[in-house]
């Protein structure tokens, strides 16, 4: 998939961030910050100058759609295959799923993650809010995470691991190779460290 090295700027990454619909300045700026150089997906020949995707928050269905209109759909697939890095928060949680609950009639996923994911899980009344999450994976301080009509984990499967949970048990992190799915915002809460994980992932990928 990769068609040059990441290297463009000294020792920075090259670093997709899938700019369909969502909250795609958030993560690239982040990113950013992190010292990425941030490439904003919308074809597949973007796609191929990266060494990892960050698939926004937003809504699954439409960022779905738009994929397959621009002939995203089946590379992404293929890179998710290949081993590339993706993080997805929230709709982009819900784009990873291998297995999508109160999905829209024909609403597809990439796939890559063994886990089913409902859609809009919280509800009407509730569908923002904030929670403070225990992430055994990340060093230091507990996870202040914002949840905005988020999905929920409901099944893990064999392939896949649960990195947190909210106080009732349901699984809100998950990970699987290099893939990394949240149900809620980092971006927006200024928790950096899922960010941090991914890029150490493209960096080894890059390298690999
Ligand atoms: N409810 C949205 C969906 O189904 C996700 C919400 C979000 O990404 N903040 O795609």
Redesign the pocket.
Known sequence: MRAESSETRAGALRVGVLALQ??VREHASLLERLGADVLRVRRPEELAHVDGLVI????????DKLSRTFGLQEPIREAIRSGMPVLG????L?LLADRVLDSIDGQESFGGLDVDVR??AFGGQRESFEAVLDVPLLDGDPVRAAF????VIEQVGPGATALAALDDGRVVAVEQGALLGLSF?PEISGEVRFHQRFLDWVRAHANG
């Open positions: 969502g909250d926004p928050g937003g809504e699954s269905t439409t960022i928060t929230c709709a982009g819900i859609r809009n905005i009509r988020g999905p915002h």
